[in-house]
């Protein structure tokens, strides 16, 4: 029986940090919705946002005329915005250990995910020794990009700034690494890099469609004419420009369908990046493979809440489909997934990184504490069916290679980590 190539060797070097508290796999993959709420109520102050929202939304629709859902979420999501490091390491040495490779976040929140990242290459240095790496963050909140300097850096003052240029800050990690803060994703330097994307494409805007007699309709968002301060749903009686572009020769069985077309931008550009220079691209999202209709919904204070009520003080999201990003792929590079978080940490060992830490627990309520984190992230019930991982790898990643001196090809190529089975 065997682990994926060097695995073995990185679960035990990280098996500490798998269940920290305030880490991505026990921690954020939880609460991801209050991580986005509280970072944006950072910008805002609820008291009169509600009222404000509402008026400048009545005021453009008197403008212009009813507005898409993408619109609406664009202008309500003024701050939209361990992914276990060893997954990058494991697809790092899959790749021949390159020697310079950059650490890519899209929307990187609070910086937690960068900061367990980090940690799990700390740990790994004698792995990583003879590697030049260097963290890229793609964030456009200056409030954000602020805490994520203070968790990963020495501070704002240790930086060096720039605010109107495309790399808008600088400096040094607390573990002695290059970082950088970007506005967009193709401002980031090209060259080999892991791609990592948490709960970042659900809060992109998207247009929402009806398949009607008259065919493809886009929903649109107008005033309610019985109460003029209320918004509502409305189909577009005709052809819009987006179901024009986005819903053109489609053949779905859905009767309602999201299309993100910033998404499918971002996903190309990961796409051409990693055929051209190598690397490979995780993203863990709740989404769905394309069967789902309408998943727009709005969260506040932890609950379901009205997406056309109080504009701007609720977290508005969408789950992805999948199934359109696989779409978007096609002859650039290789998909895998989506597949449940579950599978996926089962897959990367989970259980078995378990069983040692209780073991190694000294009391009743640090096992309970385990236990407890295991089951909100596994059981299919809450996260563990919810959340999806899907990967970007090059084409070929997943073909066995030749050995030219010896004329032998190798049976197989070396699996991926968390979409093939971990063996013990």
């Known amino acids: ?38 970072s944006r109520t950072l910008e805002s102050t609820e008291s009169n946002q509600d009222n404000m929202m509402l008026k400048h939304l009545i005021s453009k629709i008197k403008s212009t005329g009813p507005i898409s859902v993408a619109e609406y979420m664009r202008e309500v999501l003024t701050n939209p915005v361990t992914l276990l490091g060893v997954w990058c390491v494991s697809e790092w040495m899959a790749a021949g250990k390159p020697k310079t490779f950059q650490l890519v976040e899209l929307g ?18 004698s792995v990583l020794k003879e590697s030049e790496i260097s963290v890229h963050l793609v964030e456009v909140s200056p409030k954000l990009g602020e805490i994520q300097a203070q968790l990963l850096t020495e501070g704002e003052q ?54 009607t007699k008259q065919g493809w309709r ?30 053109q020769q489609r053949d779905d069985k859905r009767d309602h369908i999201e299309v993100c077309p ?56 969408a789950d992805v489909d999948f199934s359109f990003l696989r779409q978007m792929t096609e002859g650039k590079v290789t998909s895998l997934g989506p597949i449940s978080q579950h599978q996926f940490l089962k897959n990367m060992g989970i259980d078995v990184r378990l069983q040692v830490l209780l073991r190694n627990a000294s009391d009743a309520n640090t096992r309970k504490g385990l236990m407890d984190a295991y089951n909100m992230i596994m059981n299919p019930e ?43």
Not at 4 to 26: A, H, M, Q, T, W
Request: glycine share 8%.
């Open 382 to 424: 809450k996260m563990g069916n919810r959340f999806k991982f899907f990967a970007l790898l090059p084409y070929n990643r997943l073909i066995s290679k030749q050995d030219t001196k010896t004329v032998k090809c190798s049976p197989t190529a070396p699996p991926v980590a968390g979409f093939s089975e971990l063996q013990l």
């Open 218 to 247: 886009e929903i649109l968002i107008d005033i309610e004419p019985k109460s003029p301060e209320k918004l509502r749903f409305v189909l577009a009686p005709h052809a819009t420009l987006a179901s024009k572009a986005l819903i």
């Open 158 to 211: 240790h930086l060096l700034h720039d605010p109107t240029g495309a790399i808008y800050k600088t400096g040094i990690t607390k573990t002695g690494l290059p970082i950088s803060w970007y506005r967009d994703l193709q401002d980031v330097p090209k060259g080999f890099s892991f791609y990592l994307a948490h709960e970042f494409f659900d809060v992109l805007p998207i247009h929402k469609f009806q398949k």
């Open 262 to 317: 910033e998404a499918g931008v971002i996903i190309e550009n990961l796409a051409s990046r990693i055929t051209e220079d190598g690397g490979a691209a995780l993203i863990a999202d709740y989404g769905h493979n394309g069967t789902k209709t309408d998943t727009f919904r709005g969260f506040r204070g932890h609950q379901l809440h009205d997406v056309l009520t109080a504009p701007g003080t609720a977290d508005l999201t």
């Open 108 to 125: 990187p929140g609070r910086g937690t995910l960068a900061s367990d990242a980090l940690r799990v290459f700390s740990q790994l240095r």
């Open 1 to 38: 029986m065997r682990f994926l190539p060097g695995l073995k060797y990185l679960c035990k070097e990280i098996s500490s940090v798998i269940f920290r508290k305030d880490c991505l796999v026990c921690g954020r993959l939880s609460a991801g919705q209050w991580m986005r709420s509280c």
